[in-house]
């Protein structure tokens, strides 16, 4: 009798397929170009729980990429590219931005990351 009662109770358990949050991470990949005062693209879209992969290129002058709300600040320097990731986790729109002081044109630098729910 026990051993039905378990059998009724995990059954469902052993039937349900995966959820969503239980899928492997979709990769999303961009390059960001810091150029002219401006980045390209100047807007980019994932999904929540997306791994989010930036190359960040300094085309003429050293450039940073920056997004507050996820506590994210890369570098680059004039003529160079660094690459960096993290997880979407929160869904809603965020700016990004170059945070240097040093580079008069970082203040005209500015974007944003749209996470949509999934």
Do not use: H, W
């Not at 949050?21 to 729980?49: M, S």
């Amino acid at each position: 009798m026990r051993l039905t009662l378990l059998a009724c109770a995990l059954a469902p358990l052993v039937a349900t397929p995966l959820g969503a949050q239980d899928a492997a991470p979709t990769t999303r990949t961009f390059t960001v170009v810091a150029k002219d005062g401006r980045f390209e693209p100047e807007r980019i879209d994932v999904t929540r729980n997306d791994l989010v992969r930036i190359t960040l290129t300094a085309a003429e002058a050293p450039a940073s990429f920056a997004i507050d709300a996820y506590r994210l600040m890369k570098r680059a320097g004039a003529g160079e590219s660094v690459t960096f990731a993290f997880r979407a986790d929160q869904v809603g729109r965020f700016a990004y931005y170059c945070s240097l002081s040093s580079n008069v044109q970082c203040r005209t630098m500015k974007g944003t990351l749209v996470v949509a729910e999934r």
